[in-house]
């Protein structure tokens, strides 16, 4: 009796380790992904080589106005950044229907830096880190209202943080 009972316990033990086995191949293999995460996904901003090529494919086509509206800092001391790898930026905005903010480093070998697309719920100001290849200009752009509210910072790098 006790041998029948350590048969089934151990048939279990296999079965599970089998189904558990079969979901990690599956998961790995890419058929449990996000369809709707990858659905929404910009792979050409985010591939795109030149600036204008990286907003066009994230943004769409809007009426780009340079603004005080938006306010972000980027760097610590703000424009100036020892290592590339690693700057901080911080928007600030009061504007209001917020959809999309991006970030774009003009000199990076794929200038799209940060893309985060807004609900109701999120609320400014936002921190993040980004990397910054060489002295460049890092764009923040909104889209808010139909419109692309953006402003310039020029950062120096000492250490590029792009290859």
Known sequence: MANNTTNIQRRNVLKKGISVSTLALIATSGLLLPRILLAHWPTE???AETMEDALLALLGEAEVVDSSVVKFKVGSPPSYAVN???????IHSDLA???RVAIVVEKNPFPLAMSLDFTS????PFKTMIKIAEDSNVIA???ADGKLYKTTRFV????GGCA
């Open 121 to 124: 719920a999120i609320k400014l």
């Open 45 to 47: 901003a985010f591939t």
């Open 156 to 159: 120096e790098v000492d250490i």
């Open 141 to 143: 752009v909104i889209r």
């Open 97 to 99: 229907n917020i959809e």
């Open 84 to 90: 590339g790898a690693s700057v901080p930026i911080e």
